[in-house]
């Protein structure tokens, strides 16, 4: 029996224009168990990418809850939310947010790095990571010395430096040409296999969504059916 990792509980969220309330999210519920592929589907601005932000603790709601193995995250202070976020979620994003004057193994150790642990000892992992996205011969290589297609690669493998438990992807080939984005998607479905690790991608691509264990689709602030 999957255990359940994400519970989202009333999730509100209003940003003030000027003297004008705008309300993206208007009350979200679901949970996700532990290994699912969900895709988070709807119109451009239906709250997507804000809904992904929350669950990742990159942005907190304005009402709701989001719990994580039953207990709420926006209730740790801020340096243990940040330090959760490090160590428990991945984040793939539409564009890859690579640094540029770092080869792909650097960037790939990044997150590790941030956590603490020293290059020598995360490089391995890394390398690994690289040879499971296909990109071990070009672990030296800077950004600008790879394609689109390898960007995204090497942004993937950095999602799972930390091996975490969730991984979030808000578009992650909304920027790639039709075979790249079916390549990735592939190999993201792999991971999530390979890796015992739930994704929680926003995506407009059919073919992607066909992936997915389930769909939430956002209209006008909610879920439907």
């Known amino acids: 029996m999957s255990k359940r990792i994400i519970e989202v509980v009333g999730i509100k969220k209003s940003y003030f224009v000027g003297k004008s309330e705008l309300k993206v999210l208007k009350g979200i519920d679901f949970t996700i168990d532990e290994g699912e592929i969900i895709a988070v589907v709807g119109a451009s601005g239906a709250g997507k990418s804000t809904l992904l932000h929350i669950v990742g603790t990159l942005d907190k709601p304005t009402e709701g809850n989001v719990l994580f193995d039953g207990k709420d995250v926006f209730k740790l202070g801020d340096e243990m939310i940040a330090n959760f976020r490090n160590l428990q979620i991945g984040f793939i994003f539409q564009f890859h947010h690579l640094l540029p004057e770092f080869t792909a193994v650097e960037n790939v150790a990044m997150p590790a790095l941030i956590a603490g642990d020293k290059f020598s000892e995360v490089r391995k992992r890394a390398m690994v990571l690289l040879s ?3 990109l071990a011969e070009r672990a030296e290589h800077r950004p ?3 394609s ?8 993937v493998a950095r999602a799972l430096v930390n091996k975490p438990r969730v991984v979030l992807a808000d578009e992650p080939s909304g920027n790639l040409d039709s075979v790249n984005a079916e390549s990735l ?4 479905l792999d991971l999530c296999h390979s890796h015992q690790t739930t994704f929680l991608i926003a995506t407009h691509n059919d073919h992607l969504t066909s992936l997915a264990h389930r769909v939430f689709k956002i209209q006008d602030g909610v879920l439907v059916n």
């Open 148 to 155: 689109g297609g390898e960007q995204q690669r090497v942004a």
């Open 144 to 146: 600008s010395e790879l």
């Open 185 to 188: 998607h592939r190999l993201l």
């Open 132 to 134: 499971e996205v296909g």
